[in-house]
């Protein structure tokens, strides 16, 4: 169905394989080699390489780079998870960017249709601008989170999709899915005034790189309602990425980002990950790719975590403990949900309404913090939110 898409892998690496023991990633993988694609029925993850830099600085890469990729994550040994890994081989990049714009959004629009999950690796992040199109057919309120040191809303260029501003070509599409957008990690001074401005205006989220470096486990809430991570590796600092298309003194440390994807892959909601911008040409001793193989592997951590906890109209009853805080000045109240299962917390409000139907209620996920502060008084701005939208 796919293998129209993509290149095989040679004989050589399947070799390599092949001298893998079962206790490594490697020794569980279906790859994409000249007799037999990945079958798509007995699979749980697909791992796509795409070489496709035009929309972003325009960076070669060689086959022997993805292979190196591959090689450092393969060798690493399993956690306590025994996943149906299929590697689909190097995506054949489209005569122009929007060819390869076309091919991703129809493998991902079918992959995850069929209950399996995508993993995009290499290439410019304009590429999520194809994921997220190939959520349209069969979700109608997608959330987005990108990783990412810049807002990517505007540049010099607006009427091309590019690394710089695929954001805002998806906040101007018709019709619009996009139900939130969560940016972590951003860096002021790599940011106009006007973005941060035009996502409040959108009650869009945002959380700043030394916000997040104060407290890791802050961007677990973010993460639990998104359905797709974008991660631009330009986002960790040069010393602990330096193969990075847009290296930068400042940025994430390599255990800030394992943990991130950690608590993505913990997230019940998520079901397609992206990690971007990898340069090979200025990679030292492997460091980024070796960064980028433990960030997957963190994420199927997390994965293996997955409890199953979202409030729906089912469950909120049986599964969850509520607590009720009034509004001061107004007939409103924030209710907290803490999941019994788990101990994770959600929050609405207006639930206790009569005239409202549970199914139409904005429950989002937050912190035992987040209630404890607005048991003070200290409303979260993004608590607070929800109050308008």
């Known amino acids: 169905m796919f293998a129209n898409y993509f290149n095989p892998l ?18 569980n993988i279906s790859c994409y080699t000249k007799q ?10 697909a791992i796509i390489f795409a070489p496709e830099y035009r929309g972003g600085s325009l960076v070669k890469t060689h086959d022997a780079d993805l292979i190196n990729i591959r090689e450092e994550f393969y060798s690493l040994y399993c956690g306590d998870w025994n996943y149906r890994i299929g590697d689909f081989g190097n ?14 959004n129809d493998i991902f629009s079918n992959l995850i249709s069929q209950s399996v999950f995508p993993i995009l690796i290499g290439g410019s992040n304009d590429l999520v601008y194809a994921i997220y199109r190939s959520y349209e057919s069969f979700l109608k309120g997608v959330n987005l989170l990108c990783v990412d040191s810049k807002f990517d809303l505007l540049d010099t260029n607006p009427k091309t999709i590019s690394s710089n501003n695929f954001i805002g070509h998806i906040i101007k599409e018709e019709p619009n899915h996009l139900t939130n957008y969560i940016n972590l990690a951003y860096q002021s001074y ?19 790189l030394g916000d997040l470096r104060q407290n890791i486990s802050s961007v677990e809430p973010y993460l639990r309602s998104a359905n797709i991570i974008s991660f631009d590796l330009s986002s960790i600092k040069q010393s602990d990425a330096p193969g990075t298309t847009n ?11 394992c943990a991130i994807t950690r608590y993505a892959g913990m997230s019940d909601r998520v079901s397609s990950l992206g990690i971007f911008e990898i340069d090979f040409r200025n990679d030292v001793s492997n460091q980024t790719v070796k960064l980028v193989s433990q960030i997957i592997w963190y994420f199927f951590e997390g994965f293996s975590l997955r409890n199953n906890d979202f409030p729906t109209p089912k469950n909120i009853d049986k599964n969850f403990q509520k ?3 009034p509004i001061s000045d107004s007939n409103n109240e924030f209710v907290f949900y803490k999941s019994l299962s788990s101990g994770r917390w959600w929050v609405s409000c207006n639930f206790e309404h ?5 199914q139409d209620i904005k429950i989002i996920p937050c912190s035992y913090e987040d209630y404890l502060d607005t048991i003070s008084g200290d409303i979260p701005k993004r608590i607070f939110k929800i109050l308008s939208s």
């Open 10 to 27: 040679d004989e050589d690496f399947k070799s390599f394989l092949d001298n893998l023991s079962k206790n490594q990633v490697g020794g």
């Open 36 to 45: 037999n694609f990945p079958d798509i029925e007995s699979i749980d993850f």
């Open 91 to 104: 995506l054949i990049i489209g005569n122009n960017v929007k060819d390869t714009y076309f091919a991703l």
């Open 190 to 208: 790599l940011c106009q005034h006007d973005e941060s401005k035009l996502l409040d205006k959108m009650n869009f989220d945002y959380l700043r």
């Open 247 to 257: 290296p930068s003194p400042n940025g994430l440390e390599a255990h800030h980002s």
């Open 323 to 325: 607590f009720i805080i």
């Open 354 to 358: 009569k005239s409202i139907k549970v």
